[in-house]
């Protein structure tokens, strides 16, 4: 099915970027309680026959990070974050640039290395709120930590 035929049957479509990055830090507030603040990435080429177009998208956003502290060096959490994601295209040298609503329901598992080093695994659903349709988009990170 083609993406325009499935616009026209489903209007809360899901997007896939294959590649990215993010940086996010975050601060307990206690020890099952946290803030986390995240900036993300990704981009992506369509392959249409033609000028293909190039998608971007950056969100910004911020929530509570629940966590379960484990003295065995593997910590799971849960977070959801709220914020805006900013989408642009361009298309035969026309730009367009649009910033909707985001919200993005998560967890993972943070891994203790050594010292202030780990390493964390984390599974999100970013939905995109824009004219009254959602764009779906699950994440599947693998990051370097850094303890503070």
Same mark, same amino acid.
């Given at each position: 099915?083609?993406?325009?035929?499935?616009?026209?049957?489903?209007?809360?479509?899901?997007?896939?970027?294959?590649?990215?990055?993010?940086? #996010?830090?975050?601060?307990?507030?206690?020890?099952?309680?946290?803030?986390?603040?995240?900036?993300?990435? #990704?981009?992506?080429?369509?392959?249409?026959?033609?000028?293909?177009?190039?998608?971007?998208?950056?969100?910004?956003?911020?929530?509570?990070?629940?966590?379960?502290?484990?003295?065995?060096?593997?910590?799971?959490?849960?977070?959801?974050?709220?914020?805006?994601?900013?989408?642009?295209?361009?298309?035969?040298?026309?730009?367009?640039?649009?910033?909707?609503? #985001?919200?993005?329901?998560?967890?993972?598992?943070?891994?203790?290395?050594?010292?202030?080093?780990?390493?964390?695994?984390?599974?999100?659903?970013?939905?995109?709120?824009?004219?009254?349709?959602? #764009?779906?988009?699950?994440?599947?990170?693998?990051?370097?930590?850094?303890?503070?």
């Amino acid at each position: 099915m083609r993406d325009q035929d499935m616009a026209k049957h489903d209007p809360d479509l899901s997007a896939n970027f294959p590649a990215g990055w993010m940086a #996010s830090g975050g601060a307990h507030l206690w020890s099952w309680l946290g803030a986390v603040g995240e900036v993300s990435g #990704s981009a992506k080429t369509l392959s249409i026959p033609g000028d293909k177009p190039k998608l971007r998208v950056y969100t910004f956003m911020a929530g509570p990070r629940f966590t379960r502290s484990a003295h065995s060096g593997i910590n799971p959490f849960a977070q959801v974050l709220f914020g805006s994601a900013r989408a642009s295209s361009s298309v035969l040298g026309v730009r367009q640039t649009v910033t909707d609503f #985001s919200y993005q329901p998560g967890g993972g598992i943070d891994l203790s290395v050594a010292g202030r080093l780990g390493v964390r695994f984390e599974g999100d659903y970013r939905i995109v709120r824009a004219a009254g349709h959602n #764009s779906k988009e699950p994440r599947v990170v693998a990051a370097a930590l850094i303890g503070f």
